[in-house]
């Protein structure tokens, strides 16, 4: 198992469909792994998706207080209710934004043995699935923010959303 590197925004494989898994085998589970390691290498991570390590897989990771979830070829099957809350992403650290989500996912997913379940989240882990699903399909939360509601983390100012929005979207 090894920590990977984390693909800035600007790069242009988060603008990319993430491919479906279709073996399960050492390679899918070294990936899981690997991806694990890198959610866990820092304090306060909840979420990763494949792509942002630089592998367009339908691939996710999450420990959104409750423990590790592993999520392969997750799709939404139910979405209700409404929020809006801070939301910060990996691929672009120290920055947050206020963003509307659904206040509850059902998903349907497969775990490492390739078989096929349902889940469901509520609040913030709801956040966590639909923020790291969009990842899966080349969406970025800066898509989901509303006028300029981005913020530095450590100075608190307001980050032009103009200018995050091009970088993020220069190779695609």
């Not at 490492?112 to 989240?121: D, P, S, V």
């Amino acid at each position: 198992m090894a920590e990977k590197i984390i693909v800035p925004f600007g790069d242009p494989i988060l603008r990319k469909t993430a491919k479906p898994v279709t073996e399960f085998n050492a390679k899918l589970y070294k990936l899981l792994d690997d991806m694990t390691d890198t959610l866990y290498a820092e304090d306060g991570r909840a979420g990763l998706a494949a792509p942002q390590v630089g592998i367009l897989k339908r691939v996710i990771v999450m420990d959104c207080g409750d423990g590790l979830i592993e999520l392969i070829n997750p799709e939404i099957i139910r979405m209700s209710g409404e929020q809006s809350g801070p939301e910060a992403c990996l691929s672009f650290p120290e920055h947050t934004g206020i963003v509307k989500r659904a206040q509850y996912v059902q998903l349907t997913t497969m775990n490492r043995a390739g078989e096929t379940i349902t889940l469901e989240g509520d609040g913030y882990l709801a956040r966590c699935i639909q923020h790291e699903i969009d990842h899966l399909n080349g969406v970025l939360f800066i898509d989901h923010i509303k006028g300029s509601e981005l913020y530095h983390d450590r100075t608190n100012k307001k980050v032009p959303l103009l200018d995050v929005l091009r970088l993020s979207r220069q190779s695609i």
